[in-house]
């Protein structure tokens, strides 16, 4: 099937509104978030339905053609775009943006794909429901992403990642058939879990077109807080003595070091220090109930309280309004935003035990700045998952760039070398993408590759769902 025909076939099936063939039209969903990669398209279907998607996913059944899902295109390691030189369809769900329906009673709602992670927020708060997912993301995320990634987030202590919030999936097949999953089945003990084989799988086994979404009861009294320490290792000391005076309440416990603070500090408008003192480490910490909302608020001051007695804080404050709770979430959320305003960094979502973060932290960052020469570690996250965004920023009078071409995969393999060495995973919450694609198959062992290569083989023999994202080929080609 010529480009032409390929064109002819998808406009019948889309409409004018639902295909976009023009170079400039489409350039913008070409390049990933980071701007790392910039790939090629025949075009970009936008199906406004589930039957529109089955039809696209048949066509270039048909025809051979490459398809890439995409959602906000917000991802971390160009998992939504395509490669240089693919010949492929862009798929965006962004047109099925439904909210498909709410149930109070099963606390569920079933959305589309396309919709937006603050719309969910909204449409379950007006339910007198919550769900409990966010992140600095929220505005242009999609379910569709989120869920294709297993993205975590700010209240993954508590609720776990997207994996644990969906009950069930509506996706079209790499056959163009639909897999009908929706249900909000709690206990489903029919052996394969589909649902979960296409959760995380970067759009490479099928195209989420929906999500039946776990739902909780609102919990409107929140408490937010930002405590002081010297040592890394207080932190998990802090969090523990936290969660046995507290209890499930806390949802959030995010570290940010005084290298992070400072970046957003220099570079972020409208932002402050949030205590007197600078502190060598920082922990924002989120409680939430739907109790008595003096009873939440007293019980927080009190272990703090307790914590700094026992000097495992220095100084503490909580937030005494909404408008500086918001405040200083945004010190937390826009650490990458200003990083980026800073320079270039080789940035790496990881993970290693909750119990061994602190120290790899002071570790690892005194190794990579000993061995790269210049280099500034920004090392923050979620302590209570164990997730690291460990970022090696280039040396203040390198050129970026530069640096980064010349160094960041030397970089990489040895902050990877030192993941593994611990324990622990290259890819945390934003899966692997085309970025982490080399590196995980060389950390990776043969039996779990192996077992992901036939399961892509058995799902999608044609090879055309996200092709180059996630899993690795068993024999890739030479580099030129």
Not at 38 to 58: D, K
Request: proline content about 6%; glycine content about 10%.
């Amino acid at each position: 099937m010529t480009d032409h025909d390929l064109l002819d076939r998808l406009g019948e099936a889309l409409g004018p509104k639902g295909l976009v063939s023009e170079a400039a039209d489409m350039a913008p969903w070409l390049t990933d978030w980071r701007e790392r990669v910039t790939g090629g398209a025949i075009a970009m279907a936008l199906p406004a339905s589930v039957e529109e998607v089955q039809q696209v996913v048949r066509i270039a059944a048909e025809s051979g053609t490459p398809i890439i899902p995409q959602g906000g295109n917000t991802g971390m390691v160009a998992g939504g775009v395509p490669r240089p030189a693919d010949r492929a369809i862009v798929l965006s769900l962004r047109p099925m943006n439904a909210i498909r329906s709410i149930d109070p009673a099963d606390s569920s709602m079933v959305t589309e794909a396309g919709v937006i992670l603050s719309e969910v927020h909204r449409a379950a708060e007006e339910a007198d429901r919550r769900f409990p997912f966010s992140l600095a993301s929220k505005d242009s995320a999609t379910i569709g992403g989120l869920v294709s990634t297993n993205a975590g987030g700010t209240q993954v202590l508590r609720y776990g990642p997207m994996r644990s919030l969906v009950l069930g999936i509506e996706a079209v097949m790499p056959d163009g058939s639909l897999f009908e999953g929706l249900s909000s089945l709690r206990k489903d003990n029919r052996g394969y879990d589909l649902k979960q084989l296409l959760i995380g799988a970067e759009g490479t086994l099928g195209i989420v077109t929906a999500a039946s979404l776990k739902l909780f009861p609102a919990a409107p009294n929140r408490v937010t807080a930002w405590a002081g320490f010297a040592k890394a290792s207080d932190s998990l000391s802090l969090l523990r003595r936290l969660e046995a005076d507290l209890g499930p309440v806390i949802e959030g416990f995010e570290l940010v070091p005084a290298a992070s603070l400072a970046l957003v500090l220099d570079h972020i408008p409208d932002t402050r220090a949030p205590l007197t003192e600078a502190h060598a480490w920082n922990a924002l910490i989120e409680c939430r109930d739907g109790g008595d909302a003096r009873a939440l608020r007293g019980a927080v001051e009190q272990a703090l309280a307790g914590a700094i007695e026992a000097r495992l804080a220095a100084d503490a404050t909580i937030a005494a309004s909404e408008a500086q709770a918001e405040a200083l979430w945004k010190l937390r959320e826009a650490i990458s935003e200003a990083e980026r305003h800073d320079g270039v960094a080789a940035k790496h979502d990881i993970s290693v035990p909750v119990s061994a973060m602190p120290g790899f932290i002071e570790s690892a960052t005194a190794k990579v700045e000993a061995k790269f020469s210049g280099t500034r570690v920004n090392a923050f996250g979620h302590l209570g998952d164990g997730n690291v965004h460990f970022n090696v920023r280039a040396p203040a009078d390198a050129n970026g760039d530069a640096w980064l071409a010349g160094e960041g995969e030397a970089v990489s393999a040895f902050v990877h070398d030192l993941v593994a060495a611990e324990g622990g995973s290259l890819s945390a919450e934003h899966g692997i993408g085309q970025l982490k694609l080399a590196e995980y198959a060389r950390l990776t062992g043969s039996v779990r590759l192996d077992a992901q290569r036939a399961i892509k083989q058995a799902l999608d023999p044609l090879g055309i769902m996200n092709p180059g994202k996630l899993v690795p080929l068993a024999n890739p080609p030479a580099t030129p």
